[in-house]
């Protein structure tokens, strides 16, 4: 999971925090031993929206 801050020294998040994830299923500071560096998920605060993609599959044929 990596993580930007926007804010101030005091409250570091109060202008907007984004979470950016390369494996599903990873929050907080937990890193992933499989990363393919693919974005799994990104979630924007103070909205507590995320975004979610599955892995990628090879197209048939």
């Known amino acids: 999971m990596r993580r930007i801050a926007l804010g101030t020294a005091a409250v570091e998040t109060n202008a907007g925090e984004w979470l950016f994830s390369h494996c599903a299923g990873v929050t907080g500071s937990t890193e992933c031993t499989t990363n393919d560096d693919n ?23």
């Open 39 to 61: 974005l799994r998920s990104q979630t924007v605060n103070p909205l507590g929206k995320t975004q979610s993609d599955g892995p990628e599959t090879a197209p048939d044929g």
